[in-house]
């Protein structure tokens, strides 16, 4: 299986497109070593205030994909002070 999140966030207090790629380089990087996924910006790169993170991770069945999305996007509400606005989910 193969499960795929997209998840927006705003972020208020971001200022300059340097400051959000701080941002968003830190929550990439943690997302890959405490979950093993791929993780990248994928969309928004011209907005300061809006981050949008892809998510893609490989699972042996449904269940264990739902578990790895929903840890990874429960850390993500867990690790930053940007509130999530979006999540689209997709499991193939």
Do not use: C
């Amino acid at each position: 299986m193969i499960a795929f999140a997209e998840i927006t966030l705003h972020a208020p207090w971001v200022h300059s497109l340097k400051e959000k790629r701080m941002v968003v380089k830190s929550l990439v990087a943690k997302l890959r070593n405490h979950f093993n996924v791929s993780a990248a910006e994928t969309g928004g790169q011209d907005v300061h205030q809006t981050i949008v993170i892809g998510i893609a991770a490989l699972a042996g069945d449904t269940a264990q994909a739902d578990s790895i999305l929903d840890h990874a996007i429960r850390y993500l509400e867990e690790n930053t002070e940007a509130e999530i606005t979006n999540v689209s989910r997709e499991i193939r």
